[in-house]
Every structure is written in C-alpha cells, then in structure tokens.
C-alpha cells in the first residue's frame, strides 16, 4: 500500500514519464479489480504520507489540536475534513481509469466558479476565474463554508491534462485545498509574471494559515514579496501581483504601501476589484494615518502645556495615549514657573493615575507645589526652554539646577542630555531616578545604566539587567517604558550582531507599539525590523519596513537620512549600485552627517561608484561617529571605513589605515564592532593582493586571519569574496600556488558555491588525496563548491588546541528518538537501526532523556557524538540550525550554536549531526556561524552535517561513514566513498548526499 500511494504522489505531482503513467494506471486498475477495500485503505495511506500535507499528521504522542483561531484565507475550513482531500486526489486518479465520466461540458468553467463570494481573499491569475469579481467574505471557521469537494467533477481535471492546462488544474487545486499539489503543477509551467503571482499567492496563503513560529510566517511573505517584486518589475500594472502584494504587506503590518498597492490596482478600472482595491485602500490608510493625526495631537497638547498657561488640560488623551501624555506631563509639572500652575495639573495627574493605578502622579505634583518658588520659578523657566530645545542641556545651566535642591529638575535635565548625547552625569541620574517612587523612572534609569554598561563592553550585564527590568515592566503594566526596553534589548542585540534575538524583541515591540497607539514607537520598531531583516538577508522586507517608515514621517528630516542611508546600503548588499547611489544622495539632502550605515555605504562605493564630495561628506560622517565615547571596537570599525575610503585614492595610506584597525580590532576580541573591523579589513587586504595577483600574499594574510598555522603547501583551495570581487587560489600535489581573481560578481552568493572555482584551477587539484578548503565569510559552509568526486573538508583554524584527557574512558553519545514538544508537531523518526557489530563505546540517550542539559554535560566526555534528531531553523531562535531534543523543565529544547560554543569537549570528538539543516550558516558578512562551527570552536575534532533535509535512512548513512572513520579511513575519504556507494544503492533519494559537509 505504501508503495502505491508514493506512485499516486509521484503522478499527481507530475514526475512519471509517460511509459511510467501507463504502468502505474495498469497497477491501479488491477488493485481496484482485486481489492474492494483499496480506496478505503488508499484513503488512509494518503492521510498518513508526510509528502501529501503533513499538517494533517500530527505525531503520534501529539495531544488532539484545538481548532485554529478564524484567520482570513479559503484554505483551512477544507483542511479540516480531511476526507475531502483524499476524494479530490483519489478522484482525481479514478477519473485517468474511467475517462468516461462525461456529465459535465468541457467548455464549461461553472464547476470551477462556485457562485456566491470568493473564497480566496487572494487573487488567482487563471482569467475563468480571475476575469468574473465575486465579493470576499472572510472564513468565520464554519465548515459550510467549505468548497463542496464531494462534488468536483474529475472529470474536468482529466481534461485540463488532456489539453495540457497545468494551470488550471493548479488552480482547481488551490480553490479545493491542496496547496502543496497546486504548487508542483505551477512549478511544472514555464517561467512568467501569472506562475511566480500564483507561486506568491501560496507562500502567502501559507503564512496566513498560522500555527508556526512567527518568524517563518515572516520567512514566507518575505517569499511572496520577493516572487511579486520580480512579477511587478517585469509587468509594473499587473492586477493579481498588485493586490497579492498589498495582502502580503498586510500581513507585516505595512499599511500605507499595502495601501499604495491597492490604489495601484483601482487605477486599472477592473469592475468589482478596482472598487474593492479602492474601498480597502482608503481604510487602510486612514486607520493608519488616524492613528499619527491622533498621537501627535496628544503630543501637541503637552507642548502646549509648555508654553500656555490656559491651554487645555488633554484629560481625554491621556485615557487614549496614555504613555506620551505622561512624557509630557512630567515635563510640564518640572517646567510650571508658579505653585498655581504646577497644581492646575493636578487633574492630569489624576486621569493619568487612573490609568496606570495608584497615585504616584498626585503626590509628587502636591510635593512640588510646595516647593519655594521664589528660586524655582527662574529654574523651570530655563528647564522648558531646554524641553522645546532652545537652550542645550549643558554647562552653566545643568550646574545651576544640580545645585539648586530641586532634584526632579536637574533629574529631567540629565534625562534630556543623556538622549540628545550630551555629556550627562549618569551616575546621579540613576540615582535619583532609583530613590523615585514612581516605577516609570525607575525603569527609565535602568535604561540608562544599560547604555553604561553597553558602551563599557560589559554587554551580559546590559542584557540581564534590561531582561530582568522587562519583566518588571510587564508586571507593572507601564506599557511606555516596555517599550523603551524592548527597544534596548533590540538595540542591543543588533549590536552584538545577534539577530534572532533581536527579532523577538523589535517584533514584539512592533506589535506593542501598535496596540498602545505609540505612533513614535511603531517607527522605531519599524527601522528595528528593517536591520533585522538586513541582517537575515531579507533584503525585500527590510526595504518594506523602510519604505513604510518613510510613508508615515516624511516631513522629518532626521527620519528621511536615517532611512535613506540604510536603503542605500541595502541596495548595495542587494548588487544595485545605481539605486544604492541615488539613495545615498536622498539622505544627503537634509545636510544631516550619515551615520555609521550611511559611511560604511560611502566606503564601499570608493571602488566603483565614487562622487567629487564624497571625502567630505565621509570625514563629517566619522567626526560625529567620534564625538563622546567611543568603545575601541567601534573605532577599530571607524579606522576601517576611513581606510578603505583612503585607499582608492592612495593605497599605502590606505592600507596604514587598516593595519591600525587590525591591531586594535585584535586587542578587543569580544566586541562585534572589533570582529566586523578585523573581518572587513582583512577581506579589503586579501582582494588587494588578488588585484596585485600577488597570490603569496593573499594566502598568508588569510592564513593569518583564520589562524591557520601552517598553511597546508599542497592540496588547498582557498576562496575569499568581498561583494564584488572573488579571490580563488589552489595548490595541487606539486604544490605550486595558483589563482584567479575577479571583480564580475553581480548578485549576492546564495545557499550553494557551485561554479565558484574555476575549472582551470579544479584541474589542480586532481590527483589529490584529500583537499584543504580554507574560506571566509560568506562562502564557509557552502555546498558545491569541490565535486563530491573529490575527498575535501573545510578546514577551520583555532588559535590554540584545547588540552586532550589521556587515558580518559572513550564513549560513543547516541541520542535518539528525541520525544520533542509537541507544539512542533514534528513526525516521529524511526528508531535506529541496532549496530551491526558490538560497540562497547556506546552510550544511548533517548525519549525523554535527551534534554538540551544533559546531552550537553554528556557530550563533555564523549569520544564520539551522534544525534539522530530533527533539525530546525527558526530565526527568533537561533542565528542558525539548530537541533530539536526533548524540553528541559524550564521548556528550552533546541541545542543551538551558542549553547554548543560554550561548552569544552575535551576528548575532541567525531561528530555527526544527522538531523535536517544542521550545517545551515548564519548569512553573516563578519564571521562564520553554525553548528559544526560551533562544535569545532568547543573542541570537536570533525563534524559532518548536512545543510538539506534528510531521509530517515540518512542515518543508516552516517553510522556507515562513523564506522569507517573508527576503521581508521580519512573522514573525507570515508565521505566520498560512502557518498558514492550510496548513491548507486539508492539512486532514487541521493540528492541530499552533495549536501553532506565536512568540517575539520
């Protein structure tokens, strides 16, 4: 029966020939001749096969899943009567036996076109469908509104294939639930702006359906944008591509350009969907915009509070916006010159109380109103002018109010310096913000002693501090300062070039931001996301999320730089250095320094695609990154834009410049800044010398960065890409060193190396036993790079060997048949297969006992380290794969790259990562981060991991490659030869073995 279902799946996916098709309609009529209950049990193997849609098949431990939460979509009401999937498909395959099924008019698309509304709020690009408007009306969750699937006429289907409309029979699925068979018919048509729509449509489809990790529902719009940006660049007006877009940026919130999508699509007078596309722009817009109008009418009216003594007192705001009437409301009680004022507000600090609880707000006002005004009066009159920013928070002023006695003046005014970066004793701020009473300072100050400690390099204690302060903050419900944690925490990761985490916090905040109507926090969190997104190589997302920002502040000047100089360097990591150049020129019109963003753009641009001004524009950008205190890392990062920029102009200098940046960039070995310097510098030096085809050279310098001592002097191949410009050298038995070098490289470099070395250099290193590849980011961890003919292995260098135990007890750690959470809802893997000779080595940790914790202090003392589990990749997890193992009582289950780096195995073992993805690299420009790194830099000796899914029988594979390695054969030559065997053996499921890599 198992067989006969992955045949159905195989025919209804369009990959049998036709000597196959005819083969298999013969093996199904005579099932069907000779077993009445085929259908019934054909029913159930379809049920069960993961490859049909595994969100049916929940493991077998699951617990039974409560119905999903209505979202918007045609799909999900279908794919809970399951039995509606299994006609549509076991339908579909009766009709190839019985083409005389002939009820139904072949011209005819009724069947197709339900009458009543549109099931999808999507638009499909197949015009019988498309070319008739039915209105939308979202899914409540009731199964009546399901597709009537009983009553597909099959026989329609068959014709469609008869005739060759893939695309209609792609589209029947889709209306009908099927996604997974929509998407391999579309896959099978030729390449156009309507396939890569529908293409889009699914991926968004699927990310609406809900239920995963918010990050790969963002991971599949960030699919659908990127498939109909391409449609739109190609077909600008295209309807279906416009309205799915306008979905899709819906979907991240992004409601002004979903907007502008929409108006796009009303443009084009379609009856029905242009009024539609009209309706739903307008709403969007103005829910957004009403939301700005609002906050900024909040904000006007504390400012008003400033400069008026009659003004309005915002009772009614306060209830609405609650979080930016309280920032004004402190500064208007510290700026109120006369005891009759300050207690004017005593109602504001009641509504406001209110809101928050307690009465914190009315006694300090009733405290204040008591002060001596005779002296105070002068004092708040200076503190208003400094809150409306025409006297800055600095010398003579700030000594008077630290010596006048009126702690809550000189406490707003340090608040202010430390904001606008100016000098600030913050020591006394978080003093005086600690013995407040009021828990809104007391977070705020925590803030402030985070920046401190950040800026001091000492960012674990930044971290702790702002997690513990969060989870205060949520406590109290001060939904503000949430905000400005969340910010800090996101902040703060993106400096340690930690994306995943900082995901978690700017999405969170996004979303916060939102729903407290902090107009100001949703742009902060938007620009968050975007370097988020950047750092993940959503490049498509990242520019939403800018575009967005700039739609909702246009007129800040300030705003319209930052933004500008971020697209700018997106457009350039993108491969477009015309659009990166006319971005970078936008920013420079309010006359605003760059930031660090905008000069590193500026650098890179010296090479190619440089302007008259540019030396001034890039030394004004570095004199204010340099103004206050600046860490050493972040210098060494400075030294290096600045030399890079030099050296186009004068290489020496330039070069000068860099080895500065170098020597300070190694003396800080825990600041990002410092590794990004030391990453970039050597990346510009190694090219140099590839420019220079001094091909000694660039290998000693990468020798030297990698810490590779020696430099194996035969059977190497060394690779080093800094965007544009690709360095390939090679050393076969002789010995002698060969290169290319190139400066022709016009996108980025994705998930495979394939034809990255040239054949002129492979024919080098034929004749080689084993080869040494050393690289750099990005190409580490690649697949493709070497044919698997050859026996190679990324060699990674370490500064110093970690102590081996002598004598120690050797032990082989399994872990296996992992019982992981059941909210993963992952397929049970099959249990090991018993070794086939005694192993008096090995220790099993299965089920239950195969925690993060313990799996780690085992892994401690083993020789030899198998996992046998699933593998995941979830970017507000982990920056890379990581792999799924049974939770720990706290519900941590993954064993990520960090966790893994941490720990020391001290009798560096063999490992074998035989889980899905587990060799995925983070796409990070400065260092090289995944699992097998992370095993190698805690002592493991090699590491084999695949960067694909794998088969069950992969495990089979790796006990096959462990044993022969155990045997005593090299671990790349085991690879090769097992890599080969194997695939003659199973010739049928080989694809993923080119994926298998090697680290050493």
Not at 179 to 196: G, N, T, V, W
Request: glycine share 8%.
């Amino acid at each position: 029966m198992n067989s006969a279902c992955k045949d159905l799946q195989r025919f209804l996916d369009g990959q049998m020939n036709a000597g196959e098709q005819g083969r298999f309609r013969e093996h199904l009529g005579r099932c069907l001749h000779c077993e009445a209950g085929f259908l019934d049990g054909l029913q159930m193997e379809l049920l069960a096969h993961k490859a049909l849609t595994p969100e049916l098949n929940p493991p077998e431990d699951s617990p039974p899943p409560s119905p999903p939460p209505p979202v918007p979509g045609g799909w999900k009401s279908f794919l809970r009567r399951r039995g509606g999937l299994v006609l549509l498909v076991a339908g579909f395959a009766l009709s190839l036996l019985i083409p005389a099924l002939d009820r139904w008019g072949g011209d005819s698309m009724s069947w197709l076109v339900k009458e009543g509304p549109r099931v999808l709020e999507a638009r499909v690009t197949y015009p019988a469908v498309d070319s008739r408007y039915r209105k939308h009306v979202p899914d409540r969750g009731d199964l009546v509104s399901a597709p009537g699937v009983e009553t597909v006429p099959i026989q329609e289907l068959s014709r469609m294939e008869a005739r060759g409309d893939l695309h209609g029979i792609a589209t029947a699925y889709l209306l009908h639930g099927a996604p997974r068979q929509a998407e391999a018919f579309l896959k099978r048509l030729p390449a156009s702006a309507d396939r890569d729509s529908d293409l889009a449509l699914l991926a968004l489809e699927e990310a609406r359906q809900g239920g995963g990790p918010v990050d790969t529902h963002s991971a599949r719009v960030e699919e659908a944008l990127v498939l109909l940006d391409g449609v739109l660049r190609a077909a600008p007006r295209h309807p279906q591509a416009l309205w799915n877009r306008a979905l899709a940026l819906g979907e991240l919130g992004l409601s002004l350009q979903a907007a502008d999508s929409f108006s796009e699509v009303a443009k084009q007078g379609e009856a029905g969907w242009s009024e539609e596309a009209e309706a739903r722009a307008r709403t969007l817009r103005e829910a957004t915009l009403s939301r700005g109008r609002q906050w900024k009418e909040a904000l006007a009216a504390t400012r008003d509070l400033l400069t008026d003594s009659a003004a309005p007192l915002p009772l009614t705001l306060a209830r609405a916006h609650p979080g930016i009437v309280r920032l004004g409301f402190y500064d208007a009680v510290r700026a109120a010159p006369t005891r009759a004022e300050v207690l004017r507000l005593q109602p504001l600090a009641k509504a406001l109380d209110e809101r928050y609880g307690g009465q914190v707000l009315q006694r300090w006002v009733s405290h204040v109103a008591e002060r001596d005004f005779a002296r105070r009066g002068p004092l708040a009159r200076e503190y208003a002018r400094i809150v409306l920013g025409t006297l800055p928070p600095s010398g003579d002023v700030m000594a008077r109010l630290r010596d006048s006695g009126e702690e809550d003046l000189y406490l707003g005014a340090l608040v202010r310096a430390a904001a606008g970066r100016h000098p600030a004793d913050v020591e006394t701020l978080v003093r005086l913000g600690r013995a407040s009473e009021d828990p809104w300072m007391q977070l705020l100050v925590e803030v402030e002693q985070a920046k401190v400690e950040q800026r001091a390099g000492r960012w674990w204690a930044a971290e702790q501090r702002l997690l513990e302060s969060l989870e205060t903050c949520q406590k109290q419900g001060v939904a503000y300062r949430c905000l400005s944690l969340e910010r800090a925490l996101a902040d703060l990761y993106l400096e340690l070039h930690r994306p995943a985490e900082a995901f978690h916090h700017a999405w969170s905040g996004w979303g916060r931001a939102r729903e407290s109507l902090e107009w100001q926090y949703e742009q902060v969190f938007l620009q968050l996301l975007a370097d988020v997104a950047r750092y993940q190589h959503s490049f498509t997302s990242a520019r939403a999320y800018l575009d967005e920002s700039l739609l909702r502040m246009p007129e800040d000047c300030a705003q319209r730089t930052h933004v500008h100089s971020n697209v700018a360097l997106l457009e350039w990591q993108r491969f477009r250095p015309e659009a990166a150049r006319e971005s970078l020129e936008r920013a420079l019109e309010c006359e605003r320094p760059l930031g660090l963003t905008g000069a590193l753009t500026l650098s890179e641009m010296a090479r190619s695609i440089s302007r008259p001004h540019d030396a001034q524009v890039l030394r004004r950008a570095l004199a204010d990154l340099r103004r206050g205190s600046v860490s050493p890392g972040r210098e060494a990062l400075l030294l290096f834009i600045e030399g890079q920029f030099v050296m186009e102009e004068s290489r020496d200098a330039g070069q000068a410049l860099i080895q500065r940046s170098l020597t300070m960039a190694e003396q800080e070995s825990d600041s990002v800044d410092a590794r990004k310097a030391h990453a970039f510098g050597y990346a510009t030096l190694i090219s140099e010398a590839g420019r220079a085809r001094a091909w000694d050279e660039a290998l000693r310098l990468m020798g030297r960065e990698l810490r590779l001592e020696p430099v194996p002097t035969s059977c190497l191949l060394a690779v080093s890409l800094q965007h544009e410009r690709t360095l390939v050298l090679a050393r076969g038995p002789t010995g002698d060193l060969k290169g290319t070098y190139s400066t022709e490289r016009k996108e980025p470099l994705r998930d495979d190396a394939s034809g990255l070395v040239p054949a002129e250099l492979l024919k080098e290193l034929v004749g080689c036993s084993h080869v040494d590849v050393i690289t750099r980011p990005p190409v580490h961890g690649l697949t493709g790079l070497l044919p698997d003919s050859l026996a190679w292995s990324y060699r990674v260098g370490r500064g110093a060997r970690l102590p081996l135990v002598v004598g120690g007890r050797s032990s082989h750690l399994v872990i296996t048949e992992v019982s992981g959470p059941p909210s993963l809802r992952l397929p049970k893997l099959g249990a090991l297969t018993p070794p086939r000779v005694p192993d008096p080595w090995r220790v099993e940790l299965r089920g239950a006992e195969a925690t993060p914790s313990r799996v780690l202090r085992e892994m401690v003392d083993a020789s030899e380290v198998e996992l046998h589990t699933h593998g995941l990749y979830s970017a507000s997890m982990s920056d890379a794969s990581m792999v799924v193992l049974s939770p720990d009582p706290d519900g941590s289950f993954a064993l990520t790259a960090d966790k893994v780096r941490q720990t020391r195995l001290v009798h560096a073992p063999l490992v074998l990562l035989a889980a899905c993805g587990a060799a995925r690299t983070a796409p990070f420009p400065h260092e090289s981060f995944s699992l097998p790194m992370a095993f190698i830099s805690a002592g493991a000796s090699a590491v084999l991991a695949s960067s694909v899914e794998i088969p069950d029988t992969a495990g089979a594979f790796f006990e096959k490659v462990r044993e022969r390695i155990r045997a005593g054969t090299r671990p790349s030559m085991a690879l090769r030869d097992l890599r080969a065997s194997w695939r003659q053996a199973h010739p049928e499921d080989a694809r993923w073995l080119s994926h298998v890599l090697l680290f050493e």
